[in-house]
């Protein structure tokens, strides 16, 4: 993901790929439930859909200089994870249902509008500023969005079908990338800490990462992993550390699978469900 390009061509790849499987879904598995939310697979279609039209959207004002929020959306910079979804999910259910049998023939419509879009744009187009709820952000990084959305989206589709799905792996440098870019927005507070928790993660690889992440009263934040003395430290793979930042895997079950190791306050470990539920 080094390159305009290749960015485009990595999305359209990880879309064209989730097409195909949904092809192959027969009618009533279209009804199952997913691992997001309590949303069956029908509704997470419904959500890549609206989510496609957002980012179709705000990139295209964002080109012709309009970084305004959408109509009935807050101003950029207000939101978090978990009043985007007190928003966003009701719209997408009810998107769902307006389109009927016509969601994968949507969801292919309007994503290949979106590559388009993207496609089309100058190298010096992937810095204009667009509208996001949680800040004002790069066309670069609706890149990345959309492929985080179309790659974890699918997992939650899959992984109800063939238990032992993974993420693509050529999406993890973008799941990293936005982690560390935007935490706070997929933290949702929950118990003030009067002081500091902080949880220590090594990341292994594929893509090694070593870094701390602070709660502190109702607020989370990154911090480089020598700043002081960790409550809780972890190991783990790449996979599982983003599996777990968007709340398709917690703590206690990732521990007792053996997809991490942990040591420290060991106690600490089942509140960190309570701020990161998933995005």
């Not at 994870?81 to 259910?93: H, R």
């Not at 009263?217 to 992993?225: M, N, T, V």
């Amino acid at each position: 993901m080094e390159t305009p390009d290749s960015r485009v061509q990595l999305v359209q790849a990880a879309s064209a790929q989730l097409r195909q499987y949904l092809h192959t879904l027969p009618p009533e598995s279209w009804r199952r439930p997913s691992a997001c939310h309590h949303w069956e697979v029908r509704d997470v279609v419904g959500h890549l859909i609206l989510a496609a039209e957002f980012h179709l959207d705000v990139i295209s004002r964002g080109l012709q200089g309009d970084t305004s929020p959408p109509a009935g959306f807050p101003p950029a910079g207000t939101a978090n994870a978990a009043s985007w979804s007190t928003l966003f999910d009701p719209m997408s259910v009810a998107r769902r249902e307006n389109l009927g049998d016509q969601l994968l023939a949507t969801f292919t419509a309007t994503s290949d509008q979106l590559h388009q879009l993207l496609a089309q744009c100058r190298p010096q187009d992937w810095e204009t500023l667009c509208y996001h709820a949680a800040s004002l952000l790069p066309v670069r990084a609706f890149a990345d969005l959309w492929l985080a959305e179309v790659v974890m989206h699918g997992w939650d589709i899959r992984s109800r079908f063939e238990p032992e799905v993974h993420l693509a792996p050529e999406s993890l440098p973008a799941f990293l990338e936005l982690i560390t870019g935007v935490l706070q927005w997929a933290f949702w507070p929950g118990t003030r800490r009067s002081t500091p928790t902080r949880y220590r993660f090594e990341v292994t690889g594929p893509i090694p990462l070593k870094t701390d992440i602070v709660v502190e009263g109702d607020q989370a934040r990154l911090e480089p992993a020598e700043a002081a003395q960790a409550n809780v430290t972890f190991h783990c793979a790449t996979e599982p550390f983003v599996l777990l930042l968007y709340g398709r895997l917690t703590l206690p079950h990732a521990i007792a699978a053996g997809h991490m190791a942990a040591e420290g306050e060991m106690d600490l470990i089942p509140v960190f469900a309570q701020w990161f539920r998933g995005v």
